[in-house]
């Protein structure tokens, strides 16, 4: 079970910077109180009305059920596969390669205690509220997530005018659509259909023609070597590190640059690995403020 570092009242200096919108960059931040919220607690709060049930789980796509391992708690996962076989067997279905791990799980993991059963599965579907959140609501993540990326952030780097920048990751679409103003082409790269529908629905109803959906995955981007500009995630990216840090090396022009707000919504992210790993890729970091939230921005010049 993920959790999440919120900082409550946290002592931050704000100086003003030359851009637009919200954005400030934080030369200060001395967290005063921190506490812990699990995961599930933040979506909860974030999606109050969703009411999120076992049915749900039936709209998770392959790549998502072969991260269940990663993201479900374990006991109450088992508890909802022996109270569900139908469930299990969509699963496997869905995705083969998750049955060994189901296998071993249920065989750990008995079922729920008489009168559990309803908690072990709002647990785990809470748990998985993203996801879900992404398959039946896509208009609701855009407007309850929990930081509003500002294109000023991408353009103190980097200069977005005539370029080609992909956006991996994209969600919604939320930088893919505010750099098309700006860029020449825009490639807003996308696993989940959902998502990928409501951004074609959104760019034909606002008549935007250099922002192009695709399907694929940070570590395998469906464009040719070389071909971008600038390559920007937003909370998308440490999935399978390695393989994302060979594929943004590949797909960025030498002398383009890579770009990465990541953070939201732990505001304690100092000794987070991910970004100890990124520093030791070659990239620069600084941190901005965004609302209650302080975020990490990390960026690097693809080497000619
Ligand atoms: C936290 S959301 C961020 C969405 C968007 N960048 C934003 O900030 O609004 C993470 C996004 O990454 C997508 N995603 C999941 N696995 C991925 C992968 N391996 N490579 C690229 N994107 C992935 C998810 O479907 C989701 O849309």
Redesign the pocket.
């Known amino acids: 079970m993920r959790t999440a570092a919120l900082v409550a009242g946290a002592d931050v200096t704000v100086p003003p910077v030359d851009s637009p919108g919200s954005l400030r960059l934080v030369r200060s931040c001395r967290q005063a109180q921190e506490v812990t919220v699990t995961y599930a607690n933040l979506l909860q709060e974030l999606y109050p009305d969703l009411a999120p049930d076992v049915g749900d789980l039936y709209l998770l796509e392959e ?2 059920i072969a ?1 269940l391992p990663g993201r479900a708690p374990g006991p109450e996962l088992a508890a909802v596969l022996h109270a569900y076989p139908d469930l299990r067997a969509f699963l496997v279905a869905r995705c083969p390669r998750i049955e060994e791990f189901l296998a071993e799980l249920t065989a750990d993991h008995g079922p729920a205690e008489e009168g559990g059963l309803a908690a072990c599965e709002s647990a785990l579907v809470w748990e998985l509220a ?2 879900i959140v ?1 398959q039946r609501a896509p208009e609701l ?2 407007r309850r ?1 929990v ?1 509003d ?1 500002d294109l000023a952030a991408v353009t103190e780097v980097v200069d977005l005018e005539g370029k080609t920048l992909i ?9 893919a659509f505010s750099a098309s103003s700006l860029a020449s082409h825009v490639y807003a ?4 259909a959902t ?1 990928r529908r409501y951004m074609r629905d959104k760019a034909n109803r606002l008549g935007i023609e250099n922002l192009f959906v695709l399907d ?5 981007i469906p464009l040719p070597t070389a071909s971008a500009d600038v390559l920007v ?5 440490g ?2 590190l390695g393989a ?1 840090l060979s594929e943004i090396d590949r797909v960025v022009k030498s002398d383009g640059f890579a770009l990465h ?1 990541c953070g939201a919504p732990s505001a304690a992210q100092t000794d987070n690995p991910l970004l100890g790993s990124l520093m030791s890729h070659g990239y620069r970091q600084d941190t901005y403020r965004d609302g209650r939230l302080v975020i990490q921005r990390c960026w690097k010049q693809i080497p000619k």
Do not use: K, M, N, S
């Open positions: 790549h998502q991260e993203d996801w992404y993540y855009e997530t930081v990326w956006d991996a990751g994209a969600g919604t679409g939320r930088v790269v996308e696993p989940v998502l694929g995955f940070l570590r395998a995630t937003c909370q998308a990216i999935w399978d994302e707000l």
